[in-house]
């Protein structure tokens, strides 16, 4: 599976949209993308996903670019409880987590 | 449906006793993962099982890490003899299916492993 490139960390203002960037140039045609986030002390939750066209939930939308080399997880009114670190993924079959941004809401 | 349920929350217990870790999947769902999380490795795929099967064990550390799924609402990961650097956080997560479109997981809240 292709792996991925996060910041380390971020802080977003409360009720500012919050952007978070992945970077996996090597993604072959078949991966889609994941993203997951991990609140302090639980399991990490699912947050969206897609293999090229821009995606949107309740919680987030997901934009990835023409090439695929690289996507941003948008949240758009973050609020405290958007705090926690954010996984992206490549998924093949398997998920490989790696070490994810931290993402700080501040009030 | 209750979500991925993960028992004990947490468990701790002295270097060289056995350490069963129990956890029940979604219902219907046909993949269970055990993953092993700490703060110098993040989080590490242990094993998975499809229908009931284990399926890719490469991520088990050693020899004293087992792991069985006797049916489809049930499965234990077991340590034996635990060491202190088993310490960690392990958690259960189920899946419909494993294609790269419909790879959704649901994750347990964990199990806090600590070994003194």
């Known amino acids: 599976d292709a792996k991925t490139t996060q910041p380390p960390s971020m802080d977003c203002a409360e009720g500012r949209a919050a952007n978070l960037p992945c970077n996996h140039s090597?993604?072959?045609?078949?991966?889609?993308v994941y993203w997951y986030r991990q609140i302090h002390s639980q399991g990490p939750q699912y947050i969206i996903h897609g293999l090229k066209n821009n995606e949107t939930n309740e919680m987030a939308s997901l934009i990835i670019t023409e090439d695929r080399k690289s996507s941003t997880l948008i949240l758009p009114h973050a609020t405290l409880r958007d705090t926690a670190v954010y996984y992206c993924i490549v998924s093949g079959n398997q998920f490989y987590f790696g070490t994810g941004t931290s993402l700080t809401v501040i009030p | 449906d209750a979500g991925v349920i993960q028992s004990p929350r947490h468990e701790v217990t002295e270097m060289g006793q056995e350490v069963t870790l129990r956890c029940k999947p979604i219902s219907g769902h046909d993949y269970l993962f055990w993953y092993r999380q700490t703060m110098m490795r993040g989080l590490e795929l242990l094993i998975y099982f499809n229908n009931n099967v284990p399926i890719d064990d490469s991520g088990m550390p050693e020899d004293r890490f087992s792991a069985k799924m006797p049916n489809a609402s049930f499965s234990t990961l077991k340590i034996q003899p635990s060491e202190p650097r088993d310490s960690a956080v392990y958690f259960c997560?189920?899946?419909?299916?494993?294609?790269?479109?419909?790879?959704?997981?649901?994750f347990g809240p964990g199990t806090r492993l600590t070994v003194l």
């Open positions: 997560a189920s899946s419909l299916a494993l294609a790269p479109a419909y790879n959704e997981q649901f």
């Open positions: 090597t993604i072959s045609g078949n991966e889609y």
